[in-house]
């Protein structure tokens, strides 16, 4: 599967934006689907996930009750909609597919990935 990742930009503090990740091919329903975020100079860290039918979804400590991670498999698409953005949501951010059920959380799971979009939000 081939992975498309938009709609990063400049937000303000407290501001919105939905990033959205396309999908490839015709078997987007069999993989669970995750958003990391790789800030400058630091690792790349999970941001959320989601089960393939979106009957479970997970959230990073840092992001939840804020972000919602969303999938339309009609569309091939994941979506990340990101709310009350602080300074330090500033990352490029990646989607990425997985096979395993499992361990949403970890980068290594996954065996596909898009090329980023990049967030920043200014204080």
């Known amino acids: 599967v081939q992975l498309q990742a938009s709609g990063g930009g400049l937000v303000q503090a407290g501001g919105s934006l939905r990033l959205s990740c396309a999908a490839s091919g015709r078997s987007f329903s069999t993989y669970g689907m995750g958003w990391f975020r790789q800030a400058p100079g630091k690792e790349r860290e999970f941001a959320a996930g989601v089960s393939r039918m979106s009957s479970s979804t997970y959230y990073a400590d840092s992001v939840k009750g804020r972000f919602t991670i969303s999938r339309d498999n009609a569309k091939n698409t994941v979506y990340l909609q990101m709310n009350s953005l602080k300074p330090e949501d500033t990352a490029v951010y990646y989607c990425?597919?997985?096979?395993?059920?499992?361990?949403?959380?970890?980068?290594?799971?996954?065996?596909?990935w898009g090329q980023g979009t990049l967030v920043t939000v200014s204080s």
């Open positions: 990425a597919a997985k096979t395993s059920p499992f361990r949403f959380s970890l980068a290594d799971e996954y065996g596909y």
